[in-house]
């Protein structure tokens, strides 16, 4: 497997912790796949990863994979990724459905005849660029996955993960679970917007909030944090809510609106104020 796509998957394995699903390499019926990604829990679906090349810069998609995904009865993606695992594009199937009926990618010749050719430009207009990982997550959220099962979640308790390999490279996209841990249970599991704890299987159940997302460099610090219920982490992370920057405290509805106010401790204003310019207000 390509440097890049590990270092993606590891970056995906550490915001699954906090979102609530686990990848791994997937088993088709007749052999497993590295270069397709089965993610689990909150997001159901497949990731079939290609990687550019060097000059000419391009990436060649295999026909066979795309009928393997077809055939696989899961929701499916493709991920293109650039040199770095931070920039890249997310094609749904319907893209590629649409790429290949308009004959928009072309199949190579010789050897390569079971292969597509796409580069950038005209043979990826459908397709949505991300620049970071939790960039490429949102996009991901954003589009039709499987049903959310509630009876999943309790397994995705953090601390039963195993402990993740971190490299320096990564470290940033990786949450620290102690703190995010320590910091849920001394504000006892309530949602700092709603006040709401909820309580699966006789355990407090909340979810972490970073204000400034570790994807765009915001720090995993506990003034960076919020512990939520999942309704309300959900709708800060798509920016449908936001703290008003002026106080600090107010959180305010899509049209600017009050809906209530931010039980204490708050987050650090810079990164209140980051995440009112950069996701709500987008
Ligand atoms: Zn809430």
Redesign the pocket.
Known sequence: MASIQKEFMSMLEGIGKERGFQCQKYESKIRRINNIIELSGRINCLLYFKIRSESPYRWGVTKNRIEELQTSGKKWFIVLLLETPNNGYLLTDQDVERYVNESLWPLGRGKNKNEYKISTGKTLQYSKPFHTVGDFINLLGHLPTDKESLSEIPDMRYEEYPPNKITTTITRAVRDTALSNKIKEERNYQ??????TLIIKGKGYAETHHVKPLGQEGPDIESNMLV??????ILFDYGEIAVSPEDGIAVIDGGGHGIGTLKPPFPKKEYIEYHYHNIYKK
């Open positions: 949602c700092q917007v709603c006040g709401t939520l219920c999942p309704n309300h982490h």
